[in-house]
């Protein structure tokens, strides 16, 4: 499997703070993922990126950022947390070619209060 | 876009065999994955089909028709831990390669 870290594994944070969180992979996967995972909703793809300093929107971007200075690191950060954000976030990395599956990290449990 | 269902919830019991189906709606289909995620984990790899037809590996099988926009993972010989949920996700053809996920169905296998 390949190996994908994320941290931090839960985190609980107030309304309006940023958050950031980290998503680091040993792979050298050119294609990088955040979705977040809401009962009722699936998987729903946020930002994604195919290289280093290239990123793309995802379907639920509003509210989100990310960054790309390394290969094996993508970061997501909510600027102003809100509630509505509260959500189970998975980063996923994947070589890019279609027939090849993608690997997910253990996800990150954030609640905003 | 793309449109992908799958029912739900799933019951069955342990020892029978159970089909989850998927069915989308998609342009420039490419192939579709299975994946298997047990509650509180991440999502893992199952299987990917491409061509028309199944593809099994051990008590586990995935079908395709693209002519019919419709997959199915088959499940034989239940055991409790296949209680999980399983996502097919369809990737298109052409452009970057962002798979879209259904909402998933949630077996439950009992006893």
């Known amino acids: 499997d390949a190996g994908i870290t994320q941290s931090p594994r839960h985190k609980v944070t107030e309304t309006g703070t940023p958050v950031t969180l980290r998503c680091h992979q040993t792979e050298n996967h050119r294609y990088m993922y955040w979705y977040r995972q809401d009962p009722g909703h699936g998987l729903r793809l946020i930002h994604y990126?195919?290289?280093?300093?290239?990123?793309d929107k995802g379907e639920v971007s509003d509210g989100y950022s990310v960054s790309r200075s390394k290969t094996e690191d993508f970061l997501l950060t909510l600027e102003s947390a809100t509630s509505s954000q509260t959500s189970v976030y998975f980063c996923a990395s994947s070589t890019g070619d279609s027939n090849q599956p993608q690997h997910f990290g253990d996800g990150t449990r954030l609640s905003i209060l | 876009g793309q449109n992908i269902d799958q029912p739900t919830e799933m019951t069955a019991t342990e020892g029978a065999i159970v089909q989850i189906n998927c069915t989308y709606q998609?342009?420039?289909?490419?192939?579709l994955f299975w994946y298997q995620q047990h509650a509180g984990e991440a999502p893992t790899f199952l299987s990917y089909n491409v061509l028309d037809g199944l593809e099994e590996k051990g008590r586990f099988s995935s079908f395709l028709s693209r002519s019919k926009g419709y997959s199915y993972l088959l499940l034989k010989e239940l055991q409790m831990k296949d209680s999980a949920s399983y996502l097919c996700?369809?990737?298109?053809?052409?452009?970057?390669?962002?798979?879209?996920f259904g909402r998933g169905t949630s077996l439950i296998v009992h006893p």
């Open positions: 998609t342009s420039g289909f490419n192939g």
């Open positions: 990126s195919y290289g280093v300093k290239d990123t």
């Open positions: 996700a369809v990737s298109k053809s052409g452009g970057s390669y962002i798979p879209t």
